[in-house]
């Protein structure tokens, strides 16, 4: 692969099913051995500046199990990093140096003895940091072609009204990622909470004041 010499923002996506999650990386920089931008078998984001400086390891946390199809991402935007697994936010950090992304090597690494046991399906190598909703966007792209399972969409239209006491927060269902959507939790801005499986909850026994209410939906 050439990615033409990325040296600013950017953004991969790699979709991996791991077979038995043996020591190597998914994606790394060629020549190997001097990762710069890269994804571990561990599903972790590594980044190494230019003139080795600075070295980030193991950013993320959201590993995967044997047979598992996974959707990650990654990007720079400016001098933040972040990771995500099936579009779930897995880590962040920072790193203020230059990374020149040149090429990659796929499923190996020079270090080790043996590939990296891991089926990797599709890589998209963006020169920029994509938006929250494009980064969706292509989540759910790669989702659907490869058989995943992603995080629920953020659900939309969200709106509270009150009737003498009881505050009831409605909203539209949104994308279940491929997975059912088994409930939805709201969180009202003094920390209480409503739990449903329908696109509805009422709160009881909020005092008089002004509330935010979020809603999250987990599969």
Not at 42 to 52: F, G, K, Q, S, V
Not at 81 to 94: H, K, Q, Y
Not at 114 to 122: G, M, P, R, Y
Request: hydrophobic letters at 30%.
């Amino acid at each position: 692969m050439n990615p033409y010499g990325i040296t600013g923002d950017r953004t991969l996506f790699v979709v991996t099913r791991r077979r038995s999650g043996g020591p190597s990386r998914l994606i790394d920089r060629a020549p190997e051995d001097n990762p710069l931008f890269n994804i571990t078998a561990n599903n972790t984001l590594e980044a190494r500046t230019d003139d080795n400086t600075q070295y980030l390891s193991s950013i993320g946390s959201i590993g995967s199990t044997v047979g598992e199809t996974t959707v990650l991402a990654a990007h720079r935007s400016g001098t933040g990093l972040s990771i995500w697994s099936n579009a779930r936010l897995s880590g962040t950090s920072t790193i203020t140096g230059v990374q020149t992304q040149r090429s990659l090597s796929i499923g190996r690494h020079i270090a080790w003895s043996q590939a990296s046991d891991h089926d990797v399906a599709e890589v998209i190598l963006f020169d920029r940091t994509l938006t929250a909703a494009d980064r969706r966007t292509v989540e759910e792209y790669l989702r659907r072609k490869w058989g995943a399972a992603i995080i629920p969409d953020v659900p939309t239209g969200v709106t509270a009204s009150r009737t003498n006491g009881p505050v009831t927060v409605t909203w539209t269902a949104p994308s279940d990622g491929g997975s059912p959507i088994s409930g939805s939790t709201v969180t009202a801005s003094n920390g209480s909470t409503c739990t449903t499986t329908t696109t509805s909850c009422t709160f009881t026994g909020l005092t008089a004041g002004s509330y935010t209410f979020t809603v999250r939906a987990t599969n």
